[in-house]
């Protein structure tokens, strides 16, 4: 499973942008999907994950404002991010897992064992 993370920038508060991350060499409709962030001197933190099925499961803090999908035929999920803030600002990661979990035990990075390289979303005054 090769994962490749799209769309970062630099954006200004109250801003959206929507992140994508294309994935291969599997069979991308069976695997479970994240989006976590990790800003500086901080730890890595989950932001969504969508399962096969398309349920999805938000980090509270966030819910309202970012949206996560995933196009099967397409291999990609997508994070769509609205009414930016600066506290956004970090590196945004997606990851994928084969092991079919409850949403609920998907939160942790630990819970994914394929990770992309991170894409850098800067929100700015």
């Known amino acids: 499973v090769q994962l490749q993370a799209s769309g970062g920038g630099l954006v200004q508060v109250g801003g959206s942008r929507r992140l994508s991350c294309v994935q291969s060499?599997?069979?991308?409709?069976?695997?479970?999907m994240g989006w976590f962030r990790q800003a500086p001197g901080k730890e890595r933190e989950f932001v969504a994950t969508?399962?096969?099925?398309?349920?999805?499961l938000y980090a509270d803090s966030l819910k309202g404002r970012f949206t996560i999908s995933r196009d099967n035929p397409e291999n990609t999920v997508y994070l769509q991010m609205n009414s930016l803030k600066h506290e956004d600002t970090a590196v945004y990661y997606c990851?994928?897992?084969?092991?079919?979990?409850?949403?609920?035990?998907?939160?942790?990075?630990?819970?994914?064992?394929?990770w992309g390289q991170g894409t850098q979303v800067t929100v700015s005054s």
């Open positions: 060499g599997h069979t991308f409709s069976t695997l479970r």
């Open positions: 990851a994928a897992d084969l092991e079919s979990l409850p949403l609920r035990m998907s939160v942790t990075p630990s819970s994914y064992a394929y």
């Open positions: 969508i399962a096969w099925s398309g349920d999805t």
